[in-house]
């Protein structure tokens, strides 16, 4: 079969060898998408769209669920990837750009990325990480400048690093690396001499012979009729009418692979009972896309901060308690979701988790362990809410970060920003508010405990010798009974079980030391 599409397609005699000819296409089609004669034979489809939304890392989470659906359950012949994107995160991008690439070549499943109007900036890495690419006629791909977070331009030791990673990818499916450098780098000239792709040191090397392709000065981005003609896009998909998908089956996600318009082309179009089956964003991947934004990550690092300070300055266990756990465990669950740290981070978090609660329920005081604990575990915690920090390399010869760097700093300067916040707010809360949060009692899981003073004056405190009894475990601190009141106490040294007689050996401003009586 020959697709002579291609040759009636703004054939130019200058290109034709950048042009990949229907004869190789043809050949590669056979090769990588093998379908069954008699059917049924399964299509994936993605869809990452929205002039107005940027790829991130909930596109990334969409992207990863969608091919581990694909790979596990409906094992497709291979996947549309439906492109309508301005770009967004080069992290994401990259991540996704990588799982596209390992669907191809480790399970067989080839991606055709249909580029339905936008491939622009991250779009475009995208596209050059499918096997095959096709355009509508309004189709457009490229401007892939990185900017800073700020929408600044980057610094050119970025540039560098981000253009040679085009290069790499567009490489990698044998298309031509200059032209993907084009679009990220806009100093660089580019013409068609003697049917070959050469990189000129300035404009004015241009010969009137020559097909320019860049300027200086100006990011490449190509229509769909260059993308033909120089070799990044394999098949032009022109205007045709089609059977619309109907509302019910957009809903359900399933629909005939002929109401596609890549259906159209002539390998395609034989594909015999070929049904396509669409990813669609679930709550669950949507709750946590929402959960892994850099907004909500420290809004729940704020309330995990906040909680846990309240619970320890508060009899009891109650609401702070709660927010504070309900924070780390939707923390969790997102870095879980996007893959974001390995098992040594939670590693660290829970071996330091256990140090503290060993240091406060089993060792009198707090000491050398419990500050172990606590270095532990806050390493394991910005471990786990800094997604790619074992993706980060750092190029010493540029001295500049990688993508993944860059987007660390970027949610570091979140947290950092967060845990300034955080410190003020407790001390606020320390100065002015601590003593007064007895409207939370009805929410405090009291257990054994008994009443509770808060700061009281030092003439209503014990004198020295007063004898009592432990009313809730001193581990090293609770409750004591003596003369019938109740007074919050701190053991001097061992831990002291209800019910054990003992007697005040020291008054520390409001705090009550004793000892078990001999």
Wanted: hydrophobic share 50%; net charge negative.
């Amino acid at each position: 079969m020959r697709l002579l599409f291609f040759l009636a397609f703004f054939s130019l005699p200058l290109v034709a060898q950048l042009e990949i000819s229907p004869e190789q296409i043809e050949q590669s089609l056979k090769t990588h998408i093998t379908y069954s004669e008699e059917g049924p034979n399964p299509i994936g489809h993605i869809y990452i769209g929205g002039h107005d939304s940027q790829i991130s890392q909930g596109t990334y989470l969409y992207v990863k669920n969608a091919l581990d659906y694909f790979r596990d359950e409906v094992k497709p012949i291979f996947i549309i990837l439906e492109l309508d994107t301005p770009g967004g995160q080069v992290f994401a991008a990259q991540k996704i750009s990588d799982a596209l690439k390992e669907m191809d070549i480790q399970y067989d499943i080839p991606i055709v990325t249909v580029i339905n109007n936008w491939a622009i900036s991250a779009g475009a890495m995208l596209a050059y990480s499918s096997r095959y690419i096709a355009t509508v006629k309004d189709g457009s791909m490229g401007a892939a400048a990185p900017v800073s977070q700020q929408g600044e331009a980057t610094s050119e030791k970025v540039n560098s690093a981000i253009r040679t990673d085009f290069a790499n990818r567009a490489a990698f499916f044998d298309r031509n690396p200059l032209i993907a450098e084009a679009m990220v780098d806009a100093d660089l000239t580019l013409v068609i001499r003697g049917n070959e792709v050469v990189k000129l040191p300035d404009n004015e090397a241009i010969l009137p012979s020559d097909l320019v392709i860049s300027k200086e000065g100006k990011l490449l981005t190509l229509s769909a009729k260059q993308m033909i003609d120089w070799g990044v896009a394999d098949f032009s998909l022109l205007p045709e009418k089609l059977v619309p998908i109907t509302a019910d089956e957009k809903e359900a996600g399933k629909w005939a692979a002929s109401k596609e318009l890549l259906f159209t082309l002539p390998f395609f179009k034989a594909i015999p009972n070929a049904q396509v089956t669409s990813f669609k964003m679930d709550w669950k991947t949507k709750f946590f896309s929402f959960l892994g934004s850099p907004v909500v990550t420290s809004l729940l690092f704020l309330g995990l901060m906040i909680g846990f300070y309240m619970e320890v300055s508060t009899p009891g266990f109650g609401l702070p308690g709660i927010v504070g756990i309900v924070c780390l465990g939707l923390i969790l669950m997102s870095s879980f979701s996007l893959q974001a740290a390995s098992w040594f981070e939670f590693i660290l978090l829970g071996v330091g988790v256990g140090m503290i609660l060993v240091e406060i329920f089993l060792i009198p005081g707090f000491g050398f362990i419990g500050v172990i604990g606590i270095i532990l575990a806050i390493a394991g915690l910005f471990g786990i809410l800094l997604p790619g920090l074992k993706e980060v390399s750092f190029d010493f010869d540029t001295q500049t970060l990688n993508a993944a760097g860059e987007f660390l700093l970027h949610r570091l300067a979140w947290l950092s920003g967060t845990l300034v916040v955080g410190v003020v707010v407790i001390a606020v809360l320390a100065k002015y508010f601590v003593p007064r949060f007895g409207f939370l009692s009805p929410l405090v899981l009291k257990g054994e405990q008994v009443g509770y003073v808060s700061g009281p004056s030092r003439d209503t405190l014990p004198d020295l010798g007063a004898q009592g009894e432990v009313l809730s475990p001193l581990r090293p601190a609770g409750k004591v009974e003596i003369s019938g009141e109740v007074y919050d106490a701190v053991s001097s040294g061992n831990f002291l079980e209800k019910g054990q007689r003992v007697k005040v050996i020291d008054v520390e401003g409001s705090k009550i030391v004793v000892e078990e009586e001999a």
